[in-house]
């Protein structure tokens, strides 16, 4: 691979890694696990687990495309 193709995955990598943690946010610990909590009734709603299933996902290909992306603007330098 030539360094000008490294530099371009690097930083498209890193756009989109951008991009997906500005819309669904960094990934955390703290998850509700889709309890919904009423005055005296607590359920499970699926659509909410199902939800921060995907934002969870979704966080983390965000986070480890900017790793990986800033890994092969790295690359590039050192190569070229």
């Known amino acids: 691979m030539t360094t000008a193709v490294l530099e371009i995955a690097g930083l ?3 756009l989109v890694g951008v991009v997906l ?3 669904f946010g ?3 610990r703290l998850r509700t696990g ?3 909590a009423t005055w ?3 359920k499970r709603d699926p659509a909410i687990v199902s939800a921060e299933r995907r934002y969870t ?3 983390w290909a965000g986070l480890i495309l900017i790793v990986v992306g ?3 603007q790295i690359a590039a ?3 070229g």
């Open 77 to 79: 330098v050192i190569k």
């Open 34 to 36: 889709g309890d919904v």
């Open 21 to 23: 943690l500005f819309l």
């Open 12 to 14: 498209v990598m890193n």
């Open 57 to 59: 996902i979704l966080g």
């Open 70 to 72: 800033t890994g092969a």
């Open 26 to 28: 960094m990934p955390y």
């Open 40 to 42: 005296r009734i607590a």
